[in-house]
């Protein structure tokens, strides 16, 4: 099982970026899938989620409006466009698949947010 995520990099505050996260070994269209964020020293944070069809995203009070989740069950890829970035959204962006007790993790990748 593997998820991987892409995408990440600096960008200057305003900017926009697409995260991708990849998932392979695993049947992807069954799951769930949620992107979390961990900030240096916070704990790691919801930031989207989305059904296993795609139907359907939740989002936090605090990450509506800037963030969009997305899925291509087709391509066994989930997407999170941030839009309007800020240096507070500087964090180790994770995707994690869902599916009854079953759980996986990417490795992360970087988003840092600085002029």
């Known amino acids: 099982v593997q998820l991987v995520e892409s995408g990440g990099g600096l960008v200057q505050p305003g900017g926009s970026l697409r995260l991708s996260c990849a998932g392979s070994?695993?049947?992807?269209?069954?799951?769930?899938m949620r992107w979390y964020r961990q900030a240096p020293g916070k704990e790691r944070e919801l930031v989207a989620h989305?059904?296993?069809?795609?139907?359907?995203?939740n989002y936090p009070d605090s990450m509506k409006g800037r963030f969009t989740i997305s899925r291509d069950n087709a391509k066994n890829t989930v997407y999170l466009q941030i839009y309007s970035l800020k240096p507070e959204d500087t964090a180790v962006y994770f995707c994690n698949a869902q599916w009854i007790t079953r759980s996986y993790w990417g490795q992360g990748t970087q988003v840092t947010v600085s002029v």
């Open positions: 070994g695993f049947s992807f269209s069954t799951y769930a």
């Open positions: 989305i059904t296993s069809a795609g139907d359907s995203t």
